[in-house]
């Protein structure tokens, strides 16, 4: 069974600046994809980033980055010039290649403060 | 487009009340899901559909039945719920149910038993 730890439950970064947040997993698979999804007050859960384990390459999608390390089984994300828009809880996520159920993590919760 | 709609968008019963939920996604994926959010909590997942039939069943009580009537469309049928079941429910769609195949949610149902 998977595991995925966010330790940081709160957070909170001031507008322009940027702020990197934390996920550790644990699975003994070796080939999976991890993601960070966004659910701001609206509730919708929003893809942000996604990253295949067989590529060392990080991900970036605009203000958006990662920081995979797969030894270390760490997927941070890092948010640059960070909006009042980017308030929201953010979930860290695993799945295997081998299935399709994603482990969420316990959730950070991003104030942007203006 | 990536989007998946779920509707009503808020919705309270009593403990008697039969409801449904509905979701639906146009963007030709085959597999479904459900999921139940506790506040502050990652999602959970219900129930998966492949294809139009139930793939897994996450020991969900019975006073939930969920229903697909063609690759579009998810249903959630509610009976004879209890107050603890008042949660925000997720609909999400994936192209399949392959590792690689990422899963996108829709704005959920508030649900409120009284």
């Known amino acids: 069974a998977q595991t995925v730890t966010q330790s940081q439950p709160e957070m909170s970064v001031q507008e322009a600046e940027t702020v990197t947040l934390s996920c550790t997993y644990d699975?003994?698979?070796?080939?999976?994809?991890l993601f960070w999804y966004k659910q701001p007050p609206s509730r919708q859960m929003i893809l942000v980033i996604r990253?295949?384990?067989?590529?060392?390459q990080n991900a970036t999608e605009n203000r958006f980055s990662v920081n995979f390390q797969k030894a270390a089984k760490s997927f941070s994300l890092k948010i640059s010039d960070s909006q009042l828009g980017d308030t929201a809880m953010y979930f860290c996520?695993?799945?295997?290649?081998?299935?399709?159920?994603?482990?969420f993590g316990g959730g950070t919760r991003l104030m942007v403060k203006p | 487009d990536t989007e998946v709609t779920q509707t009503p968008k808020h919705l309270v019963m009593g403990m008697t009340n039969k409801k449904s939920l509905k979701c639906e996604q146009h963007m030709g994926h085959r597999a479904m899901y459900w999921y139940k959010q506790k506040a502050k909590k990652p999602p959970e997942l219900m129930f998966v559909?492949?294809?139009?039939?139930?793939?897994i069943n996450e020991s969900v009580p019975s006073r939930f039945s969920p229903e697909c009537p063609n690759s579009s469309l998810l249903n959630l049928h509610l009976h004879a719920l209890q107050p603890e079941d008042s949660a925000l429910y997720l609909c999400a769609s994936s192209q399949g149910l392959a590792g690689s195949d990422t899963q996108y949610f829709g704005p959920g149902t508030r649900l409120t038993v009284l």
């Open positions: 996520a695993f799945k295997p290649n081998a299935g399709n159920m994603l482990t």
């Open positions: 699975t003994s698979e070796s080939n999976y994809y």
């Open positions: 990253q295949e384990a067989y590529k060392q």
């Open positions: 559909y492949s294809y139009e039939k139930l793939s």
